[in-house]
């Protein structure tokens, strides 16, 4: 299985600013995707993040929105930019397993935008 | 596209057996999922089914229908600390490896 961890594990932000969230994995994934998961509502796809080109966003995302960075194979960071309070949420990292039978996911951080 | 149903909530008391169901609707079907959810954490791995049948892994079983596109997952002698949301995903055909989630059950085990 694989350990990932996210920083920060919360925040309270201020409309119109921007939070970068990290992941770190302890080993080597192929797949890395960023979820959100609002109060009382299951998980929502947001991207893939492709080591080495542009993320792969789900209907609904955008890359200004939520610009994301995978420079290697263990490491990934979403931002999510110009907050609303809409955005306050829970903001999950996950890899999948070798087989990809299984997904593993992070703490996750939770965030709250006043 | 894919759509999971699953009940909102379910009670039961500690000891006995729960079945939480999950009935699905997607273009094509590589694999079913069950993930635990405890309040305020990351949801856990569980099983996965990609053929019909039960799974059986400790007091935790899944069963799949492909045919039905229906799935359950039976928790039995529940403990109190099995309350916690079960979430179903289902992974469409077609070379996504990234299951859809269902809204999750929120089960509540009592004394």
């Known amino acids: 299985s694989a350990v990932i961890s996210q920083k920060p594990s919360r925040d309270i932000c201020q409309r119109g600013t921007s939070l970068t969230i990290q992941c770190q994995v302890d080993?080597?994934?192929?797949?890395m995707f960023w979820y959100r998961q609002q109060p009382g509502q299951s998980l929502t796809l947001i991207a893939t993040?492709?080591?080495?080109?542009?993320?792969?966003?789900e209907s609904g995302f955008v890359i200004d929105k939520f610009p994301i960075s995978r420079p290697n194979l263990t490491f990934s960071t979403l931002t999510v930019s110009n907050m609303s309070p809409e955005d306050s949420s829970i903001y999950l990292c996950?890899?999948?397993?070798?087989?990809?039978?299984?997904?593993?996911f992070g703490p996750g951080t939770r965030l709250l935008v006043l | 596209g894919q759509n999971i149903d699953q009940p909102t909530e379910m009670t039961a008391t500690e000891g006995a057996i729960v079945q939480i169901n999950c009935t699905y609707q997607?273009?094509?079907?590589?694999?079913l999922f069950w993930y635990q959810q405890h309040a305020g954490e990351a949801p856990t791995f569980l099983s996965y089914n990609v053929l019909d049948g039960l799974e059986e892994k400790g007091r935790f079983s899944s069963f799949l229908s492909r045919s039905k596109g229906y799935s359950y997952l039976l928790l039995k002698e529940l403990q109190m600390k099995d309350s916690a949301s079960y979430l179903c995903a289902v992974r469409a055909s077609g070379g996504s490896y990234i299951p859809t989630f269902g809204r999750g059950t929120s089960l509540i085990v009592h004394p």
């Open positions: 080993s080597q994934v192929t797949m």
């Open positions: 997607t273009s094509g079907f590589n694999g």
């Open positions: 996950s890899v999948s397993g070798t087989g990809q039978e299984t997904q593993y």
């Open positions: 993040a492709n080591q080495g080109s542009e993320a792969t966003y």
